[in-house]
């Protein structure tokens, strides 16, 4: 069964500096997300991405985050310069267009810690 | 700034027991899915629901969606060790893509 996949599953990195999460959507998904979860806390949306822009961002979804679909199978999300309080697992969703656009599929998560 | 809150927090119950999960809000959805989640890893989908009122079964599991699209509820029957896990329920929120805003969950443990 296709499946979203995520790399790495687990990253450390030291505050300030940039890191890139990557994320391989199911193949014939159109709408690609990211999603984080603070540990212990509600998963919550961050941004949306269709046809090589973004539809909707959260307020959490500032400066310091982009996103971008840079072939035809990859889609990443970079933090330029990460804070301790980024740290968090960071979820790759992928859905259809259409009629079953509302069903979202997501992946492993990765493990951002910032120390 | 649509919020979904789910109840109980916590359950823990017999083997064999039936339950009720809650998900409500004060807002509409445009669906409501739910997802189970597994320490470390990423929410499963179970099941979503479109249509005010509808009903779904999933073998021992039961979701329905409120009349008005502003809750929701997963009912399990006879429940069994293997359903131990955290249920999530999201609705979507249609702005273009839709984005999901989820629930905090409810901690499901059955007993042997």
């Known amino acids: 069964e296709p499946e979203v996949t995520q790399t790495p599953s687990h990253q450390v990195t030291q505050m300030g500096q940039e890191v890139i999460l990557r994320c391989v959507p199911i193949s014939n998904h159109l709408y690609f997300y990211w999603y984080r979860q603070i540990l212990g806390q509600k998963v919550e949306f961050l941004v949306s991405?269709?046809?090589?822009?973004?539809?909707?961002k959260s307020e959490i979804f500032d400066d310091q985050f982009s996103v971008e679909r840079p072939d035809g199978s990859n889609f990443t999300l970079k933090i330029r310069s990460t804070k301790l309080e980024d740290s968090a697992m960071y979820f790759c969703?992928?859905?259809?267009?259409?009629?079953?656009?509302?069903?979202?599929?997501f992946g492993p998560g990765t493990r951002l810690t910032v120390t | 700034t649509q919020l979904l809150e789910q109840s109980p927090q916590f359950l823990s119950i017999q083997e064999g027991e039936n339950l009720t999960v809650y998900c409500n809000s004060s807002s509409v959805f445009s669906s409501l899915q739910w997802y189970r989640q597994e320490p470390g890893e990423g929410p499963v989908l179970l099941v979503t629901v479109v249509t005010g009122g509808e009903v779904k079964k999933l073998k021992r599991l039961t979701f329905q969606f409120g009349d008005a699209r502003k809750d929701s509820s997963l009912h399990i029957t006879a429940a069994q060790p293997g359903d131990t896990g955290l249920y999530l329920c999201a609705g979507g929120v249609v702005q273009g893509a839709q984005k999901l805003v989820f629930g905090q969950g409810t901690r499901l443990t059955i007993n042997p």
């Open positions: 991405f269709y046809n090589n822009e973004i539809s909707e």
């Open positions: 969703a992928s859905s259809e267009l259409g009629r079953y656009s509302y069903e979202q599929y």
